[in-house]
């Protein structure tokens, strides 16, 4: 695998559920982010994590928890969800976060909150 | 506050014609700005970017930006399109010390017609 890899690409999910989307980069990189891309609407950063650390929650619900356990991987686990969480999900990685470094994104998960 | 505005939501054009995707940036900090693109079912990725220097930036595919910063701008460019270019783009802004956290525009969706 090379670069940003995302699973599932896709997931249906009940607003009683809980699952967890998992991001896996393979490019050494030190930080690691959540987008949420809803329609017609901007790109949401959603979570910032650096060497493991979260460095920025951008006011995002509680039913929306996020997990790194080392620099490679980042979970978001998802309970009691609500319809208009539906979206694709973007995770990202970047060297670092300072500088302006450029972030490479994964395919993204289309989440559906039935 | 910050804020990316992406003044076309959609662009139609012919194959090989030029093509400028508008993008004005609000900042009372300098700023970094991006150009990243958006194929069908893909995550995102970085075309060009700017940091310092030179106003006039070259990026990948052909695409090459203007830094205007008297109009607070960040035009992006191509002279001659083709069918493949179709795709979502997205300008982009990382100003100041916020490390990492990227404002996006709403996106321009360019079709490139036969």
């Known amino acids: 695998e090379t670069g940003v890899t995302q699973t599932p690409r896709h997931l249906v999910m009940g607003m009683t559920n809980k699952k967890s989307l998992k991001c896996e980069q393979h490019l050494g990189h030190n930080a690691m982010y959540w987008y949420k891309q809803s329609a017609k609407k901007p790109l949401e950063l959603m979570f910032v994590?650096?060497?493991?650390?979260?460095?920025e929650n951008n006011s995002v619900p509680s039913r929306f928890s996020p997990e790194c356990p080392n620099s490679s991987h980042l979970f978001l686990h998802l309970h009691t969800l609500q319809p208009e969480d539906s979206a694709l999900y973007l995770c990202?990685?970047?060297?670092?976060?300072?500088?302006?470094?450029?972030?490479?994104f994964g395919p993204g998960t289309r989440l559906t909150v039935t | 506050a910050q804020s990316v505005t992406q003044l076309d939501s959609q662009v139609p054009v012919f194959e090989e014609a030029p093509v400028e995707l508008r993008c004005n940036y609000s900042s009372s900090v300098s700023v970094y700005l991006f150009w990243y693109v958006q194929y069908p079912n893909q995550g995102l990725q970085l075309l060009l970017k700017?940091?310092?220097?030179?106003?006039l930036v070259k990026g990948i595919n052909g695409f090459e930006a203007e830094f205007n910063k008297s109009q607070t701008s960040f035009h992006l460019r191509k002279p001659s399109v083709h069918i493949s270019d179709t795709a979502e783009y997205f300008c982009a802004m990382e100003g100041g010390t916020s490390y990492g956290k990227l404002t996006f525009g709403q996106g321009t969706i360019l079709t490139v017609h036969p």
């Open positions: 990202a990685s970047s060297q670092a976060i300072q500088g302006a470094y450029e972030q490479y």
């Open positions: 700017y940091l310092s220097g030179s106003t």
């Open positions: 994590y650096n060497f493991k650390e979260q460095t």
